[in-house]
């Protein structure tokens, strides 16, 4: 803009230069002419009265003795045109070689009475010339004319001295104005370009930037705008990132996944938790389509019959990848708080997988208590139908069923009493006590106990715990059923003249617990759902052996209420270890 202003100024100014310099030489040359004109007027005048004697009295020589010495004084040229256009006296040249004059138009002008006036060139003396015709008179006629005549070559010369003095006096008021217009534009532009420069950083997002520019003028009220603008962009931006800020974070805490989308499905904006959901890892997802982040066409259909139907849909979902997740949806339109018109939709997602396994457990829990105590009470009542149908007569037949159906009175005690120890366990019903238990002796407790159980199978119940084994906090209670329920399925799922060994020791901070049996083994496939309720590798000998089907998940409750850590190893044929790791909280 500097170099702008600079060369329009000097533009200006040159054109201002050349146009009054060529008027001041018009003016001068104007001036110039007219005193010429004036003097040759004036001596042709004089001249006409003395050449008016010489025509009458046709004195020839005379006339021409008079131009001479009136010629060489005056430094002109002067001739004498008779009523018929012949020269009759010449100062510089021949007459008789000069052609008829009649046609010229100051003569012309002359014999009408006027004083003839031309410029032009004359083809005897070869130079411009100026002419004046001045008629001479007899009475009131004409009777010839004298013309007097100057070459005008010094208006060249006053052109050219006219042109020298401008040329002078243009260069150095050239050179001032060329310092005092780079002065202007410099400080025209100087905070200009300040402004701009500050104009540019706001934009980038400079909102601290000043501009220093002191001045009253519409500059610096500019300056002092963009300031005051700059001020109120930054107090709006901060309170905007401060609520952006906190609704961000508010969002980002939230424990349900959270999606919003544009009318033309594209993504708005998603939370962390919803990323977490669908397993996304991209970055940089705001502005990308829909379905070029989440690859789900339920999720795409909800929105576009929201869009199309302007509705509020529940609907769930599905995903297999990278594990098997359940989500219920609720998703909503979004519009402008004065408007129906839909910018966008809104998807709440909620993790409902836990819930609809809880659902499931549920269900098949009522389904297994329902199966496991119908087959008791049938074989009871069948039984007891039978006796009373005169089976009780017959001694032998009598006691053999009067003991299944003790046995299986005893089986539907055990189931209940398992199913009631879980129901509150899951539901805490029963107060855990926090007790010192010594491990070493609680376990060979537990080993006293079931010793009988083990002998009846020709098991080798093998113990090996350390001496110095740490003891453990908790309620010694359900620490020793959950030892029993362990020992006692190794016992039962042992063949005979088997082995189970208990070992325990400590591990760091840390009692490892360990129960191995050369038993029949778990297959691989079952080893995840073990401690799921009622469930049962082989129900068949599960039943055989007495079993309920709640023993282990009631272990699972048990280690949780230890913050324990429980695994297990097994092999088909070879036998089955579980491991507890249970914290001492030392």
């Given at each position: 803009m500097q170099k702008k202003i600079f060369a329009y100024t000097m533009s200006v100014l040159i054109i201002t230069l050349v146009i009054s310099g060529f008027f001041t030489f018009e003016t001068i040359k104007k001036v110039h002419f007219v005193n010429i004109e004036e003097k040759l007027v004036s001596e042709a005048y004089i001249l006409?009265?003395?050449l008016a004697e010489n025509m009458l009295s046709n004195d020839i020589e005379h006339m021409k003795s008079t131009l001479s010495d009136v010629g060489k004084e005056l430094h002109v040229r002067i001739t004498v045109i008779d009523n018929q256009g012949m020269v009759l006296g010449e100062t510089d040249y021949d007459p008789k070689y000069m052609e008829n004059h009649l046609q010229r138009p100051e003569v012309q002008e002359a014999f009408q009475g006027e004083v003839g006036k031309e410029i032009r060139y004359s083809g005897t003396l070869k130079v411009d010339l100026m002419y004046i015709a001045y008629p001479i008179f007899n009475a009131d006629n004409v009777i010839g004319v004298v013309r007097l005549s100057t070459?005008?070559?010094?208006?060249?010369?006053?052109?050219?001295?006219?042109?020298?003095?401008?040329i002078i006096a243009f260069i150095p008021g050239l050179l001032l104005s060329l310092l005092l217009m780079y002065r202007i534009s410099v400080s025209i532009t100087r905070p200009i370009k300040e402004i701009k420069d500050a104009a540019v950083d706001i934009t980038h997002g400079k909102l601290d930037r000043s501009i220093n520019i002191i001045s009253t003028d519409e500059i610096g009220e500019l300056a002092k705008a963009i300031d005051f603008m700059a001020a109120s962009l930054r107090e709006k931006i901060n309170s905007i990132k401060d609520k952006n800020t906190k609704m961000e974070a508010i969002l980002s805490s939230v424990v349900n996944g959270i999606i919003a989308v544009d009318s033309h499905k594209n993504i708005l904006f998603i939370n962390p938790m919803a990323q977490k959901m669908l397993n996304i890892t991209e970055v940089?997802?705001?502005?990308?389509?829909?379905?070029?982040v989440i690859r789900n066409n339920k999720i795409d259909n909800m929105i576009k019959n929201i869009l199309e139907n302007r509705s509020f849909e529940e609907n769930e979902i599905t995903v297999s990848y990278p594990e098997e997740k359940i989500f219920r949806l609720y998703s909503n339109s979004i519009k402008y708080p004065d408007s129906d018109r839909i910018i966008g939709i809104i998807i709440i997602m909620q993790d409902v997988t836990e819930i609809k396994k809880l659902e499931k457990m549920r269900s098949e829990f009522v389904a297994n208590v329902s199966h496991e105590l119908k087959t008791p009470l049938t074989s009871i009542k069948g039984f007891v139908e039978t006796l009373k149908l005169g089976a009780i007569e017959d001694k032998d037949a009598s006691t053999r069923f009067l003991n299944i159906i003790e046995d299986e009175a005893d089986r539907l005690n055990r189931l209940i009493i398992d199913i009631l120890s879980?129901?509150?366990?899951?539901?805490?019903?029963?107060?855990?006590?926090?007790e010192n238990i010594n491990t070493y002796d609680k376990i060979m407790e537990i080993v006293s106990m079931l010793q009988n159980q083990a002998s009846k199978k020709n098991i080798n119940l093998l113990t090996n715990i350390a001496t110095d084994v740490s003891k453990l906090e908790g309620d010694s209670d359900q620490f020793k059923q959950m030892l029993i329920n362990l020992v006692d399925n190794a016992i039962k799922y042992t063949p005979e003249y088997g082995v189970v060994e208990i070992a325990a020791y400590n591990s760091g901070s840390d009692v490892v617990i360990r129960i191995k049996d050369n038993g029949i083994g778990i297959p691989k496939e079952h080893i995840p759902r073990l401690f799921e309720r009622f469930y049962r590798v082989d129900k068949a000998r599960s039943r055989n052996v007495g079993g309920t089907g709640l023993g282990l998940a009631i272990v699972k409750y048990i280690a949780m209420q230890f913050e324990s850590k429980i695994e297990v190893q097994s092999e088909v044929s070879k036998g089955t270890e579980f491991i507890l790791t249970i914290p001492t909280k030392a």
């Open positions: 006409s009265q003395v070459p005008i070559k010094e208006i060249n010369g006053l052109r050219r001295s006219v042109n020298t003095n401008l940089d997802i705001a502005g990308k389509h829909l379905l070029q879980l129901s509150e366990l899951e539901t805490q019903k029963t107060k855990s006590r926090l």
